[in-house]
């Protein structure tokens, strides 16, 4: 299959690819700046980041750093959509807020992309009434498609009964919930990250189609047991090269190729389309996985 064949669907890119302000926003906050010493140790060093000021590059050159230029990728690799969300994640250090995109900034990058952005809203599950309400207003003024929420960085599994409004409002608005699954990379506790703290959401909201993130590492078997189970919980492998896939979660594969072939989602994390396209192209999977995941599964899901 050429770079080409398929349009691709980026399910879960990030604001910062195509505006580097908002990466030095977020890395004002300990837990960014942790993680741009960890997980991203290996690009701090080969851009020469010393200083914590210069921390913010490490994702920000990831990018393309406009809005005309991640268009220009796009059509140069074949990616028809890429979705960016308002990325509401809390700081269990400094009890605020680390990054929460204002509706209205994300509105204006969809704008300028002429439709190539899929806007995402956010949830605060300290501040309920207030994100329901920029909630209905992102889906039904700005036609947003999704929400994605991060109940790790919150302290919560998604099982706890603050994240309950949020379900109930997106099987309303009739719109998916996405949420990360998994380990943090920053310092954020983890422990709520289990896969399998889904289960109930799905047994007590089984029309809502809930789209698992980050691909549930380490605890890949409790993704997969869920996206299997369920029939309309789904799984993104973003914030993961697929090349790390292949070789950190086998099973996924397996799983991709075969019983979840209708379940899986393509994104990048802001990791880079052109990456992240070629390496999943290259992967051991038939041409129909690869439709599906690239492409198909994401206008099914997200209702495209």
């Known amino acids: ?71 220009q990728e796009m059509d140069e690799i074949g990616v028809e959509y890429v979705f960016m969300d308002q990325m509401i994640i809390w700081s269990v250090r400094e009890h605020t807020e680390m990054c929460h995109i204002p509706l209205e900034q994300l509105v204006k990058l969809c704008d300028a992309a002429d439709g190539r952005i899929i806007g995402g809203a956010g949830y605060n599950p300290f501040r309920i009434k207030e994100s329901l309400k920029e909630v209905e207003t992102a889906v039904r003024d700005y036609g947003f498609k999704y929400v994605w929420f991060h109940p790790i960085s919150f302290g919560l599994r998604p099982n706890d009964k603050k994240c309950y409004p949020l379900y109930a409002k997106c099987l309303e608005l009739e719109i998916p ?15 709520p990250g289990h896969p399998m703290y889904v289960d109930e959401v799905a047994i007590d909201f089984p029309d809502l189609k809930i789209v698992l993130t980050h691909t549930g590492w380490p605890w890949v078997d409790e993704w997969i047991s869920m996206l299997w189970r369920h029939p309309h919980v789904y799984g993104n492998i973003g914030a993961y090269y697929p090349s790390d896939v292949a070789r950190r979660m086998p099973q996924i594969i397996d799983f ?49």
């Open 1 to 71: 299959m050429e770079l080409k064949d398929v349009q691709a669907i980026d399910t879960m890119c990030r604001a910062y690819y195509c505006d580097p302000e908002i990466a030095k926003e977020v890395f004002r906050h300990y837990e960014f700046q942790i993680m741009g010493i960890t997980t991203f140790g290996g690009v701090m060093r080969k851009l020469g980041i010393k200083e914590p000021s210069e921390l913010w590059r490490v994702l920000a050159d990831l990018g393309k750093g406009s809005v005309e230029a991640m268009l």
């Open 256 to 304: 991709m190729d075969r019983r979840g072939r209708d379940k899986v989602l393509w994104a990048t994390n802001g990791f880079g389309l052109t990456r992240c396209k070629k390496e999943f192209l290259e992967l051991p999977l038939k041409d129909e996985t690869k439709r599906r995941v690239l492409r198909e599964n994401a206008i099914k899901v997200f209702g495209l």
């Open 177 to 191: 919930v996405c949420m990360q699954v998994g380990h943090s990379a920053e310092p954020l506790p983890s422990e």
